[in-house]
């Protein structure tokens, strides 16, 4: 079982940046893939980044080149750093994570509350 919260959301101007973080409970956070997912208002679900190890990540085309990925296996924690911030990445972002040894967009089993970044134009 694996507990999920995440921090860091809040609301920023266009062109600014945040970094979210979920910290996990639990044992074996080393062992399991990370993802940051978001949900919009009247939208689906999306994934945006997920981890494995440094060398393993993946992001969705709408942030590469904006958001990065990482994690600290010492601190249980992945973050979410974000950078050039626009108005259409306002969404709950969630921290989710999976068992396995490859990052993908889908089968995660634990999820958090989510946190609310909303961006101004």
């Known amino acids: 079982q694996v507990q999920l919260v995440e921090s860091g959301g809040g609301l920023v101007q266009a062109g600014d940046s945040l970094r979210l973080s979920c910290a996990a409970s639990?044992?074996?956070?080393?062992?399991?893939?990370m993802g940051w997912f978001r949900q919009a208002p009247g939208k689906e679900r999306e994934f945006v980044a997920g981890?494995?190890?440094?060398?393993?990540?993946g992001y969705a085309d709408s942030v590469k080149g904006r958001f990065t990925i990482s994690r600290d296996n010492a601190k249980n924690t992945v973050y979410l750093q974000m950078n050039s911030l626009k108005p259409e990445d306002t969404a709950v972002y969630y921290c989710?994570?999976?068992?396995?040894?490859?990052?993908?967009?889908?089968?995660?089993?634990?999820w958090g509350q989510g946190t609310q970044v909303t961006v101004s134009s």
């Open positions: 989710a994570a999976a068992q396995g040894l490859i990052v993908r967009t889908y089968g995660y089993d634990y």
């Open positions: 639990g044992r074996s956070f080393s062992s399991y893939v």
């Open positions: 981890i494995r190890w440094s060398s393993n990540t």
